[in-house]
């Protein structure tokens, strides 16, 4: 069940009679993490019956299925197909977003230590991680939840070894190289250097998470002022808007603006899948035949 596509190396394994996991290189680099966020929303896209749920991670896909609906071998081979894809469609267009922070003080009151133990002035840490921005490479554990990356390793830092009840909600924090901010209150042991004023998750909206893996992030030092005032808006409903990319949210969906699909017409199947396709079910591989809703 490993294959090598054009670019990547990839393994289907099994879980249980209705998943497979679709693994990439086990590695946490943005290339990777591109290739699984993209073949997340062209399976998404296709909106197939028999597809239950789709988990996009760091470097891993799992996809669930109706077992009552479809044969896991169809499956298999209908991602294989998808993945033999993957590398005609176009490049992924990203947004950019810029989050302010307060660094410090009881919005970050980890920022101290980790200073000490990295042996660098609080105003180097904050210096060495808004230096630079940040891959969005998944959503988790809580909605909205921003698992980005990497941060310089001079920063780098465990989490603790005891976690916190509550985690204040806009908290920015680091773990290992990773750097989060946390959307709502939340239970955790992130190194807490900050808070951002803004919104980050509102069930309330049509689109409750504000950003999207495969997203750039970078941060902005701000004032106190200045996070009183931004708390203040957010609370009035104001959201923050990327500096760069294209968003069409409203017009066809956030998966639907990250993707810029190539035509599907006169795509040249790979030995094997062509033969698959052709003793598939017939709904199967519509999706992959039509350019509409793909594009």
Same mark, same amino acid.
């Given at each position: 069940?490993?294959?090598?596509?054009?670019?990547?190396? #990839?393994?289907?394994?099994?879980?249980?009679?209705?998943?497979?996991?679709?693994?990439?290189?086990?590695?946490?680099?943005?290339?990777?993490?591109? @290739?699984?966020?993209?073949?997340?929303?062209?399976?998404?896209?296709?909106?197939?019956?028999?597809?239950?749920?789709?988990?996009?991670?760091? #470097?891993?896909?799992?996809?669930?299925?109706?077992?009552?609906?479809?044969?896991?071998?169809?499956?298999? #081979?209908?991602?294989?197909?998808?993945?033999?894809?993957?590398?005609?469609?176009?490049?992924?267009?990203?947004?950019?977003?810029?989050?302010?922070?307060?660094?410090?003080?009881?919005?970050?009151?980890?920022?101290?230590?980790?200073?000490?133990?990295?042996?660098?002035?609080?105003?180097?840490?904050?210096?060495?991680?808004?230096?630079?921005?940040? @891959?969005?490479?998944?959503?988790?554990?809580?909605?909205?939840? #921003?698992?980005?990356?990497k941060v310089p390793s001079k920063i780098a830092a465990p989490?603790?070894?005891?976690? +916190?009840?509550?985690?204040?909600?806009?908290?920015?924090?680091?773990?290992?190289?990773?750097?989060?901010?946390?959307?709502?209150?939340?239970?955790?042991?992130?190194?807490?250097?900050?808070?951002?004023?803004?919104?980050?998750?509102?069930? +309330?909206?049509?689109?409750?998470?504000?950003?999207?893996?495969?997203?750039?992030?970078?941060?902005?030092?701000?004032?106190?002022?200045?996070?009183?005032?931004?708390?203040?808006?957010?609370?009035?409903?104001?959201?923050?808007?990327?500096?760069?990319?294209?968003?069409?949210?409203?017009?066809?969906?956030?998966?639907?603006?990250?993707?810029?699909?190539?035509?599907?017409?006169?795509?040249?199947?790979?030995?094997?899948?062509?033969?698959? +396709?052709?003793?598939? @079910?017939? @709904?199967?591989?519509?999706?992959?035949?039509?350019?509409?809703?793909?594009?």
């Amino acid at each position: 069940m490993e294959n090598r596509t054009k670019e990547q190396k #990839c393994r289907l394994v099994p879980m249980g009679d209705s998943c497979w996991l679709i693994q990439f290189d086990q590695e946490i680099s943005p290339e990777i993490n591109v @290739h699984v966020h993209a073949l997340a929303a062209a399976l998404a896209q296709a909106k197939h019956g028999w597809l239950r749920e789709i988990v996009p991670t760091y #470097c891993a896909l799992a996809v669930y299925y109706d077992p009552m609906q479809i044969d896991a071998h169809d499956v298999e #081979c209908y991602l294989w197909a998808e993945l033999a894809l993957l590398n005609e469609r176009g490049s992924t267009m990203s947004l950019t977003w810029e989050v302010p922070v307060l660094y410090g003080g009881e919005w970050g009151p980890d920022l101290a230590s980790l200073a000490l133990r990295s042996g660098l002035k609080t105003d180097e840490v904050i210096a060495l991680h808004a230096g630079r921005s940040y @891959h969005l490479y998944m959503l988790g554990f809580v909605p909205g939840f #921003c698992y980005l990356g990497k941060v310089p390793s001079k920063i780098a830092a465990p989490r603790h070894a005891k976690p +916190r009840k509550a985690v204040p909600a806009g908290s920015v924090g680091i773990a290992g190289e990773q750097t989060g901010i946390y959307p709502i209150e939340a239970p955790g042991g992130w190194q807490i250097i900050g808070r951002t004023p803004v919104t980050l998750y509102d069930p +309330r909206r049509e689109s409750p998470v504000l950003m999207r893996p495969g997203d750039r992030v970078r941060f902005r030092p701000i004032d106190l002022a200045t996070y009183h005032m931004l708390n203040q808006k957010s609370k009035s409903g104001w959201q923050l808007t990327p500096v760069e990319g294209t968003s069409n949210v409203d017009s066809t969906g956030h998966q639907g603006r990250l993707i810029n699909h190539r035509s599907r017409y006169g795509a040249s199947w790979a030995p094997g899948i062509r033969d698959a +396709r052709r003793r598939s @079910h017939g @709904h199967l591989f519509l999706a992959s035949s039509q350019s509409a809703g793909r594009q």
